[in-house]
Each structure stands twice: as structure tokens, then as C-alpha cells.
């Protein structure tokens, strides 16, 4: 599994985390190339070749027309959302914005729609969060873990005054990881690098069995004499039952958070399609990007019997769902509502049986496992070629999958 390792020893802030991409290996050319999709101004990003503190490290400077008006979270969304971007660094970028915006809302105690973005609202803010989730997509990232966090020391002037580090909304975003603080003086991680990791990150903590592939370094702005102010990004493959231990990369006894994530549920009631209809909407539902699909026996006016067809997709995916309700069913309205969905963040083991190695995807709640099943496919395959009933198939791998569970 493609894994990005963020070692935050200086923190993190937006450019930090593009710098260290290029240093990975993101082509700058492409990177701005996808940005100019986006419906913004003019701008442009200059990444250079710095030294920090004997590192030699990327740093990427963001060139723009200064703005004086701050933006709330439906206008960034907007933003995003209208470009034609990829689905998901669409998705991806949307989500790190509204964990910000919920911080936020939740410090000032207002709606997360009233709130401005000072620090995080400007040109800089978008094409640094953007930008990040455009490089894991060139990378082909599907892991993202983190370091415990250097937060820095002292005091910081933000548009609500002079506030101890690191200042409210920081905090919120960092609740549940691990953090630290050391002599060394001023912001190391920012709104936007800790929005990013916040959002991103699957796990927490030291750096586990993990093969290197690569090592890039995202240089800070600020320059310390005999501290290397950077981001180290390591990136590589991860296989966590590689030893036969229960640890993988950032679990273990290090708290993983539980992703939690804003989708959208479209809903209609229908009482005049055939079940062959019924199950094609599902079949174009999950190819339109659909993440769940089901359908509710209801009763309807005039004492109909019908069928209530519920879709969970992402914001980017309400377009095409609801087109496909429009053209392939009856319906003459939709009801569309926002959710907030969490999901334990899950890691695949394997185990060796008798029938050779199973895949076992495991859950994590609070750095335990507290659930372990099986790959459906693999013991069906099995099944097949072995001729053993698949329930007996099914008892052996799940009493060996126990043994996860149990930590053995």
C-alpha cells in the first residue's frame, strides 16, 4: 500500500507539504497546470532549492494578487466544487476545508457558514490545500500516517489578537494526536499544514514496518541557525503483518482518529417501477459514484405499496446521481440531505491457514483492533476449488483471524 509518512520534527504548514511533494517527485509544471483549473486569479508558485539548517529542502513560494476580502467555507467549496478537477482531490480538498471551517465554528461558537477565514481564506490557503491533495493524487497515495507533532512555542499575532501557540483552531484540529512542544520559538504547524494532516491522516505516531522508497523535504519560510525548520515526507510501501505482529504503521498503541467525513443522502419514493428498473438505478447508482445504495419498502399515498430508493454519494457525486434518478426512474423530485458519516480506520493483515494466506481486514478503535473478517472473495475462491463448504472454510479463517483480535 502506497504510504506518505509525514516526519513533523519542524512542524508542518501548507508549502512545507508542497515543497516536500515536489521533492518527492511531483512535477511543478503539472502541479500548477491542475491548479489553473480552478476559477481563481492569476497566480503562480516558484519552488526553489533552500538549505535549512544543512537540509536541503524544497521551498514553494505562492505568487498571487494580494486580497482584501475573506471568503467563508460555501465559497471556497464553490471554488473547488465548479473546477475540473479531479473527483477526488475535489473531495479531498472540500474535506480539509470543512474540518477547518468546523474548528473554527466550534471556537467562535457560531454556524459553520458564518464563519470568514482570516488566516486560511486567501489565495495562499487554496492553492496550498489544493495543491497538496494534487500531489498525493500524482503519488498515488492510499495511506497517510503522521509523526508526532512539533507544535513550537511562544505567542502568535492572528486576526483575533495575540494568542498563546498553537492558537484555538489549531488545537481543536490537533484534538485526539499526538503533540509536543521544545524550546524552539514561534508557529511550526499552521492552520492549513494542521487541517491537512488532521483530514488526511489514518494514523498516529513512530514509524513502523514501512519500506522506503523516497525521502523529500518541504522547507519552512523561517530559517533557525542549528534547526532544520522542514518537513521530511517519506514515502513508501507498508505491510503491517510482515513480521506476524498486530502493529502496522502509526497503530499499535498510538491513537488512530476515526475518519469522519460530510456526504450528502438523495432520497426518492417511488410507486410505478419494476424491480428490473430497481436494480439497474442500483447497478448505474455505485458506477456513478456511489459509496452505498438500498432500497426501503414504504407505503405511499392511496395506500400504494412502493419503494423508497436511498443514494450516499460524496458532494462532487450529487450531480450525476441525481441525473441518473431523473432519466432512469419516475421520480419528479428528490430530497437531498447532508450527513456526517464516521468510518474506523481499517488496515489489511494476513494470516497464514491451512488453505494459505487470507486477507483480514481489520477496524481500529482507540489504537484496538475490534473487528477482524475475512476477504469474502478469497475464501469463496477457495471454496471453490477445495469443494469444502464455504461455512467450514469461513470457521477456520475466522478462528485464526481471532488471534488478530486478540493481539497474538
Same mark, same amino acid.
Given at each position: 500500500?502506497?504510504?506518505?509518512?509525514?516526519?513533523?520534527?519542524?512542524?508542518?504548514? *501548507?508549502?512545507?507539504?508542497?515543497?516536500?511533494?515536489?521533492?518527492?517527485?511531483?512535477?511543478?509544471?503539472?502541479?500548477?497546470?491542475?491548479?489553473?483549473?480552478?476559477?481563481?486569479?492569476?497566480? /503562480?508558485?516558484?519552488?526553489?532549492?533552500?538549505?535549512?539548517?544543512?537540509?536541503?529542502?524544497?521551498?514553494?513560494? !505562492?505568487?498571487?494578487?494580494?486580497?482584501?476580502?475573506?471568503?467563508?467555507?460555501?465559497?471556497?467549496?464553490?471554488?473547488?466544487?465548479?473546477?475540473?478537477?479531479?473527483?477526488?482531490?475535489?473531495?479531498?480538498?472540500?474535506?480539509?476545508?470543512?474540518?477547518?471551517?468546523?474548528?473554527?465554528?466550534?471556537?467562535?461558537?457560531?454556524?459553520?457558514?458564518?464563519?470568514?477565514?482570516?488566516?486560511?481564506?486567501?489565495?495562499?490557503?487554496? #492553492?496550498?490545500?489544493?495543491?497538496?491533495?494534487?500531489?498525493?493524487? &500524482?503519488?498515488?497515495?492510499?495511506?497517510?500516517?503522521?509523526?508526532?507533532?512539533?507544535?513550537?512555542?511562544?505567542?502568535?499575532?492572528?486576526?483575533?489578537?495575540?494568542?498563546?501557540?498553537?492558537?484555538?483552531? @489549531?488545537?481543536?484540529?490537533?484534538?485526539?494526536?499526538?503533540?509536543?512542544? !521544545?524550546?524552539?520559538?514561534?508557529?511550526?504547524?499552521?492552520? !492549513?499544514?494542521?487541517?491537512? &494532516?488532521?483530514?488526511?491522516?489514518?494514523? %498516529? *505516531?513512530?514509524?513502523? /514496518?514501512?519500506?522506503?522508497?523516497?525521502? *523529500?523535504?518541504?522547507?519552512?519560510?523561517?530559517?533557525?541557525?542549528?534547526?532544520?525548520?522542514?518537513?521530511?515526507?517519506?514515502?513508501?510501501? @507498508?505491510?503491517?503483518? $510482515?513480521?506476524?505482529?498486530?502493529?502496522?504503521?502509526?497503530?499499535?498503541?498510538?491513537?488512530?482518529?476515526?475518519? !469522519?467525513?460530510?456526504?450528502?443522502?438523495?432520497?426518492?419514493?417511488? /410507486?410505478?417501477?419494476?424491480?428490473?428498473?430497481?436494480? %439497474?438505478?442500483?447497478? $448505474?447508482?455505485?458506477?456513478?459514484?456511489?459509496?452505498?445504495?438500498?432500497?426501503?419498502?414504504?407505503?405511499?399515498?392511496?395506500? $400504494?405499496?412502493?419503494?423508497?430508493?436511498?443514494?450516499?454519494?460524496?458532494?462532487?457525486?450529487?450531480?450525476?446521481?441525481?441525473?441518473?434518478?431523473?432519466?432512469?426512474?419516475?421520480?419528479?423530485?428528490?430530497?437531498?440531505?447532508? &450527513?456526517?458519516?464516521?468510518? #474506523?480506520?481499517?488496515?489489511?493483515?494476513?494470516?497464514?491457514?491451512?488453505?494459505?494466506?487470507?486477507?483480514?481486514? @481489520?477496524?481500529?478503535?482507540?489504537?484496538?483492533?475490534?473487528?477482524?473478517?475475512?476477504?469474502?472473495?478469497?475464501?469463496?475462491?477457495?471454496?471453490?476449488?477445495?469443494?469444502?463448504?464455504?461455512?467450514?472454510?469461513?470457521?477456520?479463517?475466522?478462528?485464526?483471524?481471532?488471534?488478530?483480535?486478540?493481539?497474538?
Amino acid at each position: 500500500m502506497k504510504t506518505l509518512y509525514f516526519d513533523c520534527f519542524a512542524g508542518a504548514s *501548507g508549502n512545507m507539504i508542497l515543497g516536500g511533494l515536489v521533492a518527492l517527485g511531483v512535477d511543478p509544471e503539472r502541479l500548477t497546470g491542475e491548479l489553473r483549473k480552478l476559477n481563481i486569479s492569476e497566480f /503562480d508558485i516558484e519552488f526553489s532549492e533552500v538549505d535549512r539548517a544543512g537540509i536541503s529542502s524544497v521551498h514553494a513560494d !505562492t505568487v498571487y494578487d494580494e486580497e482584501t476580502s475573506h471568503r467563508h467555507f460555501s465559497e471556497v467549496q464553490e471554488i473547488i466544487d465548479s473546477s475540473s478537477l479531479e473527483n477526488g482531490v475535489k473531495g479531498r480538498a472540500i474535506s480539509i476545508f470543512r474540518n477547518l471551517a468546523e474548528a473554527e465554528a466550534k471556537i467562535h461558537g457560531v454556524d459553520i457558514e458564518t464563519v470568514h477565514f482570516h488566516e486560511v481564506g486567501a489565495m495562499d490557503a487554496i #492553492l496550498d490545500v489544493v495543491g497538496a491533495c494534487v500531489g498525493f493524487e &500524482i503519488l498515488g497515495i492510499e495511506k497517510f500516517v503522521s509523526s508526532k507533532i512539533h507544535l513550537g512555542s511562544g505567542f502568535v499575532e492572528i486576526a483575533h489578537g495575540k494568542y498563546p501557540i498553537p492558537p484555538p483552531a @489549531v488545537a481543536e484540529l490537533l484534538s485526539g494526536m499526538p503533540v509536543y512542544s !521544545t524550546e524552539i520559538e514561534g508557529e511550526l504547524i499552521t492552520p !492549513t499544514g494542521a487541517a491537512i &494532516i488532521s483530514t488526511v491522516c489514518e494514523g %498516529f *505516531g513512530e514509524l513502523g /514496518d514501512f519500506e522506503i522508497e523516497k525521502v *523529500g523535504y518541504g522547507a519552512g519560510t523561517r530559517e533557525y541557525e542549528k534547526f532544520p525548520n522542514a518537513l521530511r515526507l517519506m514515502m513508501g510501501e @507498508v505491510e503491517p503483518q $510482515r513480521r506476524g505482529d498486530t502493529e502496522g504503521l502509526g497503530s499499535g498503541d498510538k491513537k488512530q482518529k476515526i475518519k !469522519t467525513e460530510s456526504l450528502l443522502l438523495i432520497e426518492t419514493n417511488l /410507486d410505478d417501477v419494476s424491480g428490473e428498473i430497481l436494480g %439497474f438505478v442500483l447497478e $448505474r447508482a455505485f458506477e456513478a459514484g456511489a459509496l452505498d445504495c438500498w432500497f426501503t419498502p414504504i407505503q405511499m399515498k392511496k395506500s $400504494r405499496p412502493g419503494t423508497m430508493v436511498s443514494v450516499l454519494c460524496s458532494v462532487e457525486d450529487k450531480g450525476p446521481i441525481s441525473e441518473l434518478l431523473y432519466k432512469e426512474t419516475s421520480t419528479l423530485g428528490i430530497r437531498v440531505t447532508e &450527513i456526517e458519516r464516521e468510518c #474506523l480506520p481499517r488496515e489489511i493483515r494476513k494470516i497464514k491457514t491451512e488453505f494459505g494466506e487470507i486477507d483480514i481486514k @481489520v477496524a481500529i478503535y482507540n489504537g484496538q483492533i475490534v473487528n477482524a473478517k475475512p476477504e469474502y472473495e478469497q475464501i469463496r475462491r477457495i471454496a471453490l476449488e477445495s469443494k469444502i463448504a464455504l461455512k467450514r472454510i469461513e470457521e477456520i479463517v475466522l478462528r485464526e483471524s481471532r488471534k488478530i483480535e486478540r493481539g497474538k
